[in-house]
């Protein structure tokens, strides 16, 4: 059974900083992975999105790796701002025979970011 | 391109009563997902569809709870003789290739 981690599960900056929020998961025959913002309140923003073949993806300040093998991937924020804050979900499909996958997302917690001015 | 829609927002039902919930996916999208985010829990998966088929519903509650994707309309998502455990807020994604699209949501409250 896949089982999605997310490390830390709280993380406030100052604004400016670069950061850097972790996903794990523990079963590594991934068809992708997704990165969504969730606004409180609010539905889920996809951000990037991962196939199993490609190392990163990059859009505007966001830029996200994975690293298939050891099950991990991560989202680094450049020069994060107020307006960043926000839960960060990582999510994954998985790997099914015939180059498909099985469709459905597996989530992990959250991290619940805050940018203060 | 309107993005995915979900009505209604939000949802209150009485102990006991049945709850509706509707999604159209974004045109052209043929695979729907509705997942539940519980209070204080991630995103879980319950039911995936395509037009008239349940492809996988291993995330369904086995009672009281239903999904379907008619040919003409939107998916619908029933849950029958609701419980205050039900009070959740019930997400809708569709897609047709990698990428899932999500709905705002629809908050549902059993009083």
């Known amino acids: 059974k896949q089982e999605v981690t997310q490390i830390p599960a709280a993380l406030s900056v100052p604004e400016g900083e670069n950061l850097v929020l972790n996903c794990s998961f523990t079963?590594?025959?991934?068809?992708?992975l997704q990165w969504f913002r969730q606004d409180p309140g609010k539905g889920l923003t996809s951000l990037l999105l991962?196939?199993?073949?490609?190392r990163e993806q990059t859009s505007g300040r966001l830029n996200a790796s994975l690293d298939k093998s050891s099950g991990r991937s991560t989202l680094y924020i450049a020069a994060s701002q107020p307006g960043d804050s926000a839960t960060y979900l990582c999510?994954?499909?998985?790997?099914?025979?015939?180059?498909?996958?099985?469709?459905?997302?597996?989530f992990g917690q959250g991290t619940i970011l805050t940018v203060h001015p | 391109n309107a993005g995915v829609m979900q009505n209604p927002r939000h949802l209150v039902r009485r102990r006991g009563q049945e709850a509706r919930l509707r999604c159209s996916p974004m045109?052209?999208?043929?695979?729907v997902y509705w997942y539940r985010q519980l209070p204080e829990e991630g995103l879980k998966f319950m039911v995936y569809?395509?037009?008239?088929?349940?492809?996988?519903e291993s995330g369904m509650p086995k009672e009281r709870f239903s999904a379907e994707f008619p040919k003409e309309g939107p998916s619908i998502l029933r849950i029958q003789q609701v419980v205050r455990g039900d009070s959740a807020a019930y997400f809708c994604?569709?897609?047709?290739?990698?990428?899932?699209?999500f709905g705002p949501g629809t908050r549902l409250t059993v009083t």
């Open positions: 994604a569709s897609s047709v290739g990698r990428k899932q699209y």
């Open positions: 079963d590594s025959a991934i068809y992708n």
């Open positions: 991962i196939q199993s073949s490609q």
């Open positions: 999510a994954v499909t998985r790997y099914r025979a015939g180059g498909t996958s099985y469709g459905k997302l597996t």
């Open positions: 045109k052209g999208h043929s695979h």
């Open positions: 569809l395509q037009k008239e088929n349940i492809i996988d």
